[in-house]
């Protein structure tokens, strides 16, 4: 069972506040993805604290259509190709994150929600 005291000892700059929350959070999360032996959670363990540091946040997907052929190239290659995801972070995070990772196909919602 992680507890906040396990997260705090993986990150000391942690709040105390947010250290619960992310363990509560953790605790519902952990077997509904079946990250259920040791060797998972310590892999998630330090995957979470590398890149959020147990911090809640959010990748902001609000972008222009105008932006997204700068920032995605690949997969924007012009203005109107982009037009779609312009303004709409969940149709931005299933088209670019879409297959990749271990993500599914757009239509699976796996881009936006992982």
Same mark, same amino acid.
């Given at each position: 069972?992680?507890?906040a005291a396990i997260?705090l ?14 363990a509560?959070?953790?605790a519902w999360?952990?077997?509904?993805y ?5 060797l ?6 330090a995957q979470? *604290? ?5 911090? @809640?946040i #959010?990748?902001?997907?609000n972008?222009? !259509?105008? =932006?997204?052929?700068h920032?995605w190239l690949n997969r924007f290659p012009?203005?109107?190709? *982009?037009?779609r995801?312009?303004?709409? @972070?969940e #149709?931005?995070g299933?088209?670019?994150? !879409?297959? =990749?990772l ?6 699976s919602g796996d881009g936006?929600?992982?």
């Open positions: 069972m992680i507890t997260l000892k993986i990150r000391p700059d942690l709040s105390p506040k947010n250290a619960e929350v992310a509560q959070k953790l999360a952990l077997p509904q079946q990250i259920d032996t040791p998972r959670v310590v892999h998630i363990l979470l *604290a590398h890149e959020s540091g147990f911090m @809640p #959010a990748e902001n997907l972008y222009s !259509a105008k =932006r997204l052929p920032v012009t203005l109107a190709s *982009a037009q995801c312009a303004g709409n @972070p #149709a931005l299933n088209t670019v994150y !879409a297959g =990749r271990g993500d599914s196909g757009p239509e936006y929600r992982y």
